[in-house]
């Protein structure tokens, strides 16, 4: 009868999680089960000492195979959710190729995925449901920085690693020791392409745009100020609009007048799409120059031949002939069946990144991960090489990226 019971189970759970996972969760249960036997039927022979390492030594069979729980937030619909389906796609892909490498510490990796729809205050609510719910390891998100810096203090006070992939206000690692980052920070990206714009475009008087509803647009208008001022350029004047605006015909009305050298405007590419076309239907011709938010296919999608001849900061290119990229892009492209775009790459580095560490660190304590990623130094990722500072910040290249004929080209190439 036990023969038969077990070959009715076990043809059942294959059939549901494949062979070779059926058989160690079968494997597992019924060493538990005869532990569980051996201990009740010895009950009166063996002492409380002898009975406990009975139990314990089933317990330990058990999480021995346990999937290490890593957790997600990520925008994954709302207004930027190309940002979080690009992260998610990468954590996805790393976590494929690892598991199938064997995983982590002889244990398979779980990703548990929360979605803040874009809305101010989810990312918080996702981070305590994944720390105190689902009992994750570490946490990778958010792809913005004003949500990163919601979601932050409560992973910090749960000393729980968080890593994200893309948010790069200088702000959010400053929240504590247990944040961390594979992005370039904003003083980074708004300085090199102040001195972009002032060396290589010649460009002496510029005119802004900002998004007032994102921090990251805030801080990086502050750093390119500060950064193309000091090298004898001038602001000829300020606009601003918020995250989900249509028309701006208000804002760039202005700028036509003050006739600048060119336009920077520091947002996200939802918005720039339609504020490059529509400057470009009321006589604008000069370039607009850009961020890292920039980059996804659909600024090019929305914004057409109008975005030809602009300049944005960025940490990737699929066109990087590098053989760690070249292979990326393949296999992402094999996965999904599209070139991956900069929060791919970012997402693919986090998700290797953190395995790495807890690789290295060896056991499964949260403490022990941190202090791994701490000491993280030239880690080969696809988006360069990258070695965390004593801020946990990444110290990494970046890229001055421009559009030609519709497509991303790199304009130059920008050591850290």
């Known amino acids: 009868m036990a023969l038969l019971w077990f070959c009715g189970v076990y043809s059942k759970v294959t059939e549901r999680e494949g062979l070779r996972r059926a058989f160690k969760r079968l494997l597992v249960s019924l060493l538990g089960g005869l532990s569980l036997t051996i201990a009740k039927c010895l009950r009166p ?28 937030v990520d925008p994954l619909t709302g207004g930027v959710s190309q940002f979080g389906i690009g992260c998610h796609q990468g954590f996805v892909l790393a976590f494929e190729q690892i598991n199938a490498e064997g995983g982590i510490l002889g244990q398979q990796i779980e990703l548990v995925t929360e979605d803040d ?3 101010p205050g989810q990312s918080a609510t996702a981070v305590r449901k994944l720390i105190t719910q689902d009992k994750v390891l570490a946490i990778l998100g958010d792809a913005t920085s004003s949500a990163t810096l919601e979601a932050a203090p ?12 893309t948010a790069t206000n200088p702000r959010i690692t400053e929240v504590g020791d247990f944040i961390f980052r594979v992005c370039f920070l904003d003083e980074f990206q708004g300085r090199v392409l102040a001195r972009f714009a002032r060396e290589k475009l010649k460009a002496q008087r510029i005119f802004t745009l900002t998004d007032v509803k994102q921090d990251y647009s805030v801080d990086l208008l502050k750093f390119f100020k500060d950064e193309f001022t000091k090298l004898g350029g001038t602001i000829v004047g300020e606009q601003s609009y918020s995250t989900g605006d249509i028309d701006f015909r208000a804002q760039l009305t202005p700028i036509r007048g003050a006739k600048p050298d060119a336009v920077y405007v520091p947002g996200y590419y939802q918005e720039v799409a339609l504020i490059v076309k529509q400057g470009r239907q009321i006589g604008l011709t000069m370039p607009f120059i850009g961020c890292d ?10 914004g057409g031949k109008a975005i030809d001849g602009c300049f944005f900061t960025n940490h990737f290119s699929p066109n990087d002939q590098a053989p760690v990229v070249k292979s990326f892009v393949a296999k992402y492209q094999e996965k999904y069946g599209s070139l991956p775009d900069t929060f791919s790459a970012l997402g693919y580095d986090a998700a290797r990144l953190l395995a790495d560490a807890i690789r290295r660190a060896g056991t499964l304590n949260p403490q022990a991960v941190r202090d791994a990623l701490a000491t993280t130094a030239g880690f080969p990722g696809v988006t360069g090489q990258i070695s965390l500072d004593a801020n946990r910040n990444a110290s ?21």
């Open 154 to 165: 409560i992973a910090q006070t749960d000393k729980i690693p968080m890593i994200t992939p």
């Open 45 to 72: 022979v063996f002492r409380a000492p002898q009975l406990a390492l009975t139990l314990a030594l089933a317990t330990s069979l058990s999480a021995a195979t346990a999937a290490i729980k890593l957790g997600e």
């Open 293 to 302: 938010g920039w980059a996804n296919q659909a600024l090019i999608a929305i």
């Open 396 to 416: 990494k290249p970046g890229l001055i990226v421009t559009v030609r004929e519709g497509k991303f080209e790199i304009a130059e190439k920008i050591e850290p």
């Open 117 to 119: 729809e874009s809305k």
